[in-house]
């Protein structure tokens, strides 16, 4: 071999993370999922309510990484199960798994993307300071791995339409934002309130952006940290095994 | 000779379907092996498995020297594919294609760029490397998929129906570019149902049906051994053509336009039967054909090739 499999693997991660990033961010549906609609969502629920922005920004960064992460997996595989590429995909000498996470790669790149614009931007113009930019960092990186996973792990469903993938994704991340305690916060929710609020992935990501942010976080963030972890752990793991189950069955 | 792929008793099922039943086969380094077979007939099963996109369950792959299934790596670094409906990424431009496919294969450093150029001026497309692929003919786009499986040189390439969908033109360039990296001494796996394709390029085919290998053989020998496929081909001009029935020397009859093919092991006894038959009635053409691989391909299969080109 003239290549380590470890130099090998590493360059088609590149490589396909790469490809991703080139092709799918400008495609309207990643656009419109990931840019457009977080902030929509967003700025409906937070106009005419009388917030600080340090009171507002977690929201809005969580809403993003839920958002952008998730929007660009559940469009590749099934695009490219449509126009043919992943066949080819399959039959390089690439373990499956190196796939699933240049997939993962390329949403989470685009929704850091987004976050870093939204954190300089209310850094520069909208004076909001952090108090932990490593929390500040920390959170960044799991919650957009997270998030991306999710995205990659909707699209294991073998199917070579992207809209419903689109749609099984929007059935699952509408009601989970509701649920997250990013307008009105853990401690002011009602008990069964907080309860629900704690099945959703977005809650502990959020906390911990309130951590970084204004210190008014209801969970420490170790904790918090601790379980988004092993939340992302779980659907990392659980998009690569989804994606090995189904990828043949799309060709 | 030493071989290129080694198949031994390869079987997968789909639920309760016997995709591909026990097949074996051994292709040499070198060769232009063509693997034909009616739709449904397992072939591309058969290309899947051994390209590795499939998982079979049961039976052994060897591939250049490697066993697919231990050294699944090594084995597909030395493949290139054109599989079944492949495409190139139609918002990258054909360069770009290129180049990712070779830092999928491992090929680095400055080289890339110089290596995908020229295999793209190889391939007649040096004028508009930088164009996007959605841009192009279906020829071009042909081209660079083809491209796309070369850049790591590959020991062998597998090419599942390249020539599907082109036009004569685009056909024979594509037809020529085999002929070419064969000369160059890759082993090519030709998985078609065009015959003809087969017939011109191909050292030696296996015909699959069912699941299973009919036969193999070079294109000569499987006509040879079909010497009861010699067909006379009678034109009346009153059309009015006798039936095989009436005939001790002719098996079988199928009409072709406004002619009589009459098929018969013993073409020069057929002709003296069809001539007494049809006694002053006037002969506008008479000829005495080879069996051909089309003629092969039904005896073995059982049924008519759907052309879908």
Redesign the interface.
């Known amino acids: 071999?003239?290549?380590s499999?470890i130099?090998?693997f590493v360059?088609?991660l590149?490589?396909?993370s790469?490809?991703n990033i080139?092709?799918y961010y400008s495609e309207s549906p990643v656009l419109i999922f990931g840019v457009l609609f977080p902030f929509c969502l967003f700025f409906a629920f937070a106009l005419g309510r009388d917030l600080s922005y340090l009171e507002l920004l977690p929201g809005l960064l969580g809403i993003t990484f839920f958002f952008a992460g998730s929007a660009v997996g559940p469009f590749i595989t099934p695009w490219e199960t449509r126009?043919?590429?992943l066949?080819?995909l399959?039959?390089?000498?690439?373990?499956r798994w190196i796939m699933v996470i240049g997939d993962i790669l390329a949403g989470f790149f685009f929704s850091l993307f987004l976050a870093v614009i939204i954190i300089l931007f209310a850094y520069i113009f909208l004076g909001v300071k952090v108090i932990s930019i490593a929390l500040l960092v920390l959170t960044s990186l799991i919650a957009s791995l997270l998030f991306a996973g999710l995205g990659s792990a909707f699209a294991a469903l073998p199917t070579d339409k992207p809209s419903n993938v689109m749609m099984l994704a929007n059935s699952i991340r509408l009601p989970v934002i509701f649920i997250s305690g990013i307008f009105v916060p853990l401690a002011e929710l009602p008990f069964w309130g907080r309860i629900l609020s704690y099945i959703s992935p977005v809650t502990y990501a959020v906390e911990m952006l309130r951590a970084a942010y204004a210190g008014n976080n209801y969970l420490s963030p170790l904790a918090a940290g601790a379980i988004l972890t092993g939340f992302m752990i779980l659907v990392v793991g659980g998009a690569i095994l989804f994606h090995r189950r189904t990828l043949?069955r799309r060709? | 000779m030493e071989h290129a792929i080694k198949i031994n008793n390869l079987h997968k099922k789909f639920g309760n379907i016997k995709a591909v039943n026990g097949i074996n086969f051994t292709v040499q380094k070198g060769e232009i092996f063509g693997f034909l077979g009616p739709n449904g007939a397992g072939k591309t099963t058969t290309a899947?498995m051994i390209?590795?996109?499939?998982?079979p369950d049961l039976g052994e792959i060897d591939l250049a020297g490697y066993n697919l299934q231990e050294n699944?790596?090594?084995?597909?670094?030395e493949?290139g594919?054109?599989?079944?409906?492949?495409?190139?990424?139609?918002?990258?431009t054909a360069l770009?294609n290129i180049k990712?496919m070779a830092?999928?294969?491992?090929l680095?450093g400055e080289n890339i760029n110089e290596k995908a150029k020229e295999l793209l001026k190889r391939l007649g497309l040096e004028k508009r490397i930088k164009d996007k692929v959605k841009e192009y003919s279906k020829g071009m786009t042909q081209r660079v998929i083809l491209g796309?499986a070369l850049i790591n040189d590959p020991e062998i390439l597998?090419l599942d129906e390249p020539t599907r969908g082109l036009d004569v033109q685009s056909t024979r360039i594509m037809h020529e570019i085999i002929q070419d990296l064969n000369d160059k001494d890759s082993t090519i796996f030709l998985t078609t149902h065009n015959i003809q394709e087969a017939n011109q390029l191909c050292h030696r085919i296996a015909i699959i049906n069912k699941g299973r290998i009919a036969a193999i053989d070079t294109p000569e020998n499987l006509k040879d051994t079909f010497k009861e496929l010699q067909t006379v081909e009678l034109c009346l001009e009153d059309g009015d053509y006798p039936l095989p029935e009436e005939f001790k020397y002719i098996s079988q009859a199928a009409r072709a336009g406004n002619k009589m093919r009459y098929y018969t092991g013993n073409p020069d006894r057929a002709v003296k039967e069809l001539i007494n038959k049809i006694e002053n009635r006037k002969i506008v053409g008479l000829n005495i054909l080879e069996p051909n691989l089309e003629d092969v391909f039904v005896e073995l299969t059982g049924g008519k090739l759907k052309n879908e080109n």
Do not use: D
């Open positions: 071999m003239k290549i499999k130099n090998l360059q088609q590149t490589a396909v790469w490809k080139k092709i126009t043919g590429t066949e080819r399959l039959a390089l000498p690439m373990p043949t060709i | 899947r390209t590795g996109v499939l998982k699944f790596v090594e084995a597909r670094l493949i594919v054109v599989p079944e409906a492949a495409n190139a990424y139609q918002e990258l770009e990712f830092k999928m294969y491992g680095s796309m597998f």
